[in-house]
């Protein structure tokens, strides 16, 4: 299956470059941490104690150390610099961290008293938890490069007895390398199935640099990632530009198609509307006829016409619509039109009512009635044969 082309927004940041030292160069002790501190603290206190067992002053030492947050102790290594040589602490430059080869192997998850062995060409490193929280004891012995399995093998046998009981033994043979986390709030090691997690701030604790060399890379390292995010912002803001011009174009194209058809399809549409048009007029004034005289009779009649009020004309026509009558009249009671219009406007076949009520004198007056009633509620009166 092919990955999404969108996998890498997901992704976490690609593996830090890291400088492995070797384990024997390094000496370990497991110091007690004060509960409930913060990481500032922690740290304060783990110097502290360091410097009260190390055989040399701090600014004369390579060191780190690993803590868990809520943790009671503290796992701390450290070396001589003058160990190392020049051209080593050099080519320290480009490195994200640089530690101890077991170190890489402190933030697995394992159950109280587990022991990691590491098998490398320099030797074997034993990793031993007495509690899950935090490796108590790191031992390690040393290996001539043409070390027989044998030696190797009677080796591992003395780290088991010297490093104490162990209820489960893990062997790592191959080394832990660094692998992409799944985001940029970790590190992550791996050697096949055997994996080891760290904060990103408990990994800075275990570079055994400068502390004031890192603290200025580890700002450089906020900036870049940063940086980085801003990137991948801009890449996927740029990839759904890219998409939405696509699409706008495809819609460009798709709606002048239409409009095409549309323009092409109009004379056609134009004359079979008109033919549709034409064609019900014509049944209309075939099938359908004014109907003055019932009309007529349906304002006449003598419960709703006052006798104070007069018809002078009545009149209709296919112009003012089918349905439509049109009444001039007059009233000796000014009063009686509106009680006429509104005994019309009860009727179930009248639609609208229009009066205009035209020059009084005394309380007589004439008005208009532009009376519109109901498509086929006026049906025609029934033929009297002779």
Same mark, same amino acid.
């Not at 030292?21 to 783990?46: C, K, N, Y």
């Not at 890489?104 to 030797?123: C, F, H, I």
């Not at 006052?306 to 049109?326: D, N």
């Given at each position: 299956m092919c990955a999404s082309p969108l996998s890498f927004l997901r992704a976490g940041p690609p593996p830090p470059k890291v400088a492995f030292l070797p384990d024997a160069l390094f000496f370990t002790r497991a110091v007690p941490v004060a509960a409930g501190v913060t990481s500032a603290e922690a740290a304060a206190q783990i110097e502290l104690a360091l410097e009260s067992v190390a055989p040399f002053p701090l600014a004369q030492l390579y060191y780190g150390w690993c803590w868990t947050p809520g943790a009671e102790e503290a796992l701390v290594f450290a070396a001589y610099r003058r160990r190392f040589t020049t051209e080593q602490t050099a080519a320290w430059a480009e490195a994200e961290l640089v530690l101890p080869a077991f170190v890489?192997?402190?933030? %697995?998850?394992?159950?109280? *008293?587990?022991?990691?062995?590491?098998? =490398? %060409?320099?030797?074997?490193? *034993?990793?031993?938890?007495?509690?899950? =929280? %935090?490796?108590?004891r790191v031992l390690c012995r040393p290996l001539a490069p043409d070390a027989t399995p044998e030696q190797r093998a009677q080796s591992r046998d003395e780290l088991l007895r010297a490093i104490g009981e162990s209820k489960k033994v893990i062997d790592v043979d191959s080394p832990v390398l660094p692998e992409t986390a799944a985001s940029d709030r970790e590190v992550a090691f791996r050697a096949g199935d055997f994996v080891s997690r760290f904060s990103t701030g408990g990994a800075a604790a275990l570079d055994v640099r400068d502390k004031a060399e890192l603290a200025a890379r580890r700002g450089a390292r906020q900036r870049d990632l940063l940086l980085w995010r801003l990137a991948l912002g801009c890449a996927a803001a740029l990839l759904l530009l890219v998409v939405g011009e696509i699409a706008l174009f495809g819609g460009k194209k798709w709606n002048d198609t239409r409009l095409a058809k549309v323009r092409a399809q109009k004379p056609t549409v134009d004359k079979i509307m008109s033919a549709q048009s034409l064609a019900l007029r014509i049944e209309e004034l075939a099938t359908k006829r004014l109907l003055p005289f019932e009309m007529i009779e349906v304002l006449?009649?003598?419960?709703?016409?006052?006798?104070?009020?007069?018809?002078?004309?009545?009149f209709t026509s296919t112009q003012t619509g089918l349905h439509t009558l049109k009444v001039e009249a007059k009233s000796t009671n000014v009063g009686q039109i509106g009680v006429y219009e509104a005994k019309l406007r009860t009727l179930p076949m009248i639609q609208k009512i229009e009066t205009q009520i035209g020059p009084t004198v005394g309380n007589a007056a004439t008005f208009n009635l532009n009376v519109a009633f109901k498509p086929d509620m006026i049906k025609p009166a029934e033929s009297v044969a002779p």
């Amino acid at each position: 299956m092919c990955a999404s082309p969108l996998s890498f927004l997901r992704a976490g940041p690609p593996p830090p470059k890291v400088a492995f030292l070797p384990d024997a160069l390094f000496f370990t002790r497991a110091v007690p941490v004060a509960a409930g501190v913060t990481s500032a603290e922690a740290a304060a206190q783990i110097e502290l104690a360091l410097e009260s067992v190390a055989p040399f002053p701090l600014a004369q030492l390579y060191y780190g150390w690993c803590w868990t947050p809520g943790a009671e102790e503290a796992l701390v290594f450290a070396a001589y610099r003058r160990r190392f040589t020049t051209e080593q602490t050099a080519a320290w430059a480009e490195a994200e961290l640089v530690l101890p080869a077991f170190v890489a192997v402190l933030g %697995a998850q394992v159950v109280p *008293a587990t022991t990691v062995v590491l098998n =490398s %060409a320099e030797g074997l490193t *034993a990793v031993h938890w007495e509690k899950s =929280s %935090a490796p108590a004891r790191v031992l390690c012995r040393p290996l001539a490069p043409d070390a027989t399995p044998e030696q190797r093998a009677q080796s591992r046998d003395e780290l088991l007895r010297a490093i104490g009981e162990s209820k489960k033994v893990i062997d790592v043979d191959s080394p832990v390398l660094p692998e992409t986390a799944a985001s940029d709030r970790e590190v992550a090691f791996r050697a096949g199935d055997f994996v080891s997690r760290f904060s990103t701030g408990g990994a800075a604790a275990l570079d055994v640099r400068d502390k004031a060399e890192l603290a200025a890379r580890r700002g450089a390292r906020q900036r870049d990632l940063l940086l980085w995010r801003l990137a991948l912002g801009c890449a996927a803001a740029l990839l759904l530009l890219v998409v939405g011009e696509i699409a706008l174009f495809g819609g460009k194209k798709w709606n002048d198609t239409r409009l095409a058809k549309v323009r092409a399809q109009k004379p056609t549409v134009d004359k079979i509307m008109s033919a549709q048009s034409l064609a019900l007029r014509i049944e209309e004034l075939a099938t359908k006829r004014l109907l003055p005289f019932e009309m007529i009779e349906v304002l006449l009649d003598e419960d709703r016409l006052p006798p104070e009020i007069q018809f002078t004309r009545v009149f209709t026509s296919t112009q003012t619509g089918l349905h439509t009558l049109k009444v001039e009249a007059k009233s000796t009671n000014v009063g009686q039109i509106g009680v006429y219009e509104a005994k019309l406007r009860t009727l179930p076949m009248i639609q609208k009512i229009e009066t205009q009520i035209g020059p009084t004198v005394g309380n007589a007056a004439t008005f208009n009635l532009n009376v519109a009633f109901k498509p086929d509620m006026i049906k025609p009166a029934e033929s009297v044969a002779p």
